[in-house]
């Protein structure tokens, strides 16, 4: 079946340290993969996405690659910022449904 | 232009009580998808809409959950009779079309806690 897994939270960095979610997937054919962040008290925002094996996914100065022989989807940032503080989900499409892991909640303290 | 909005953003009721819960799409999405978040778990889908059909309604989890979107503009989604498990964030979100799975815009979601 289809599912993914991400690290628990909760995650509490210093502002300007580095940041890696980790993300597994299990998937039949070749899903499209995301990453989206919940802020407080809204809804949840598309970060990034990769499409296929080998793509990088980038925006806000966070990023992830697409890798295929390992399963993986990890969302990096070299240098967090206090507003950076939300909760964030990987998740994969394949067909046409999405499959969400349970979120990783970052708090960035200054 | 508005974004998803839903409402209420917070629902106490008791088990055995119903519960009505609205999503409003963004203007002129056709698509509209119910996700559910229990407590410390993964986002799971509910259902699509395609206007007022029902495209796909694999993930709702059994019959006390009744979705509807009359006129193919707001849905709502009723529990009727709520039970504890049903705790948890109802996530709507809405597209443009189905082949622009990557471009749902989601609301803020409602948080339903059923004592």
């Known amino acids: 079946g289809n599912s993914v897994t991400q690290m628990e939270g909760p995650v509490t960095l210093s502002e300007e340290a580095f940041l890696t979610i980790n993300c597994t997937y299990t998937a039949t054919g070749y899903p499209s993969l995301f990453w989206y962040v919940q802020y407080p008290g809204e809804g949840l925002q598309l970060l990034l996405k990769a499409t296929k094996a080998d793509d990088k996914g980038s925006n806000k100065g966070f990023e992830a690659t697409y890798r295929k022989e390992t399963t993986s989807f990890h969302l990096e940032k070299g240098s967090v910022q206090v507003s950076d503080s939300a909760v964030y989900f990987c998740?994969?499409?394949?067909?046409?449904?999405?499959?969400f892991g349970t979120g990783t909640s970052l708090t960035v303290i200054p | 232009e508005a974004g998803v909005t839903q409402f209420p953003s917070h629902s106490v009721i008791e088990k055995g009580q119903t519960v009505t819960l609205r999503c409003d799409p963004i203007?002129?999405?056709?698509?509209l998808y119910w996700y559910r978040r229990v407590m410390g778990k993964e986002i799971k889908f509910l259902l699509h809409f395609v206007k007022e059909s029902k495209q796909d309604e694999s993930g709702m989890p059994n019959n006390r959950f009744l979705a509807e979107r009359t006129g193919g503009t707001y849905s709502t989604l009723k529990v009727q009779p709520a039970e504890l498990e049903d705790s948890g964030v109802y996530f709507c979100?809405?597209?443009?079309?189905?082949?622009?799975?990557?471009?749902?815009?989601f609301g803020p979601g409602t948080r339903l806690t059923v004592t």
């Open positions: 203007s002129g999405h056709d698509n």
């Open positions: 979100a809405s597209s443009q079309d189905p082949a622009g799975w990557s471009e749902q815009y």
């Open positions: 998740a994969l499409r394949t067909g046409n449904q999405f499959y």
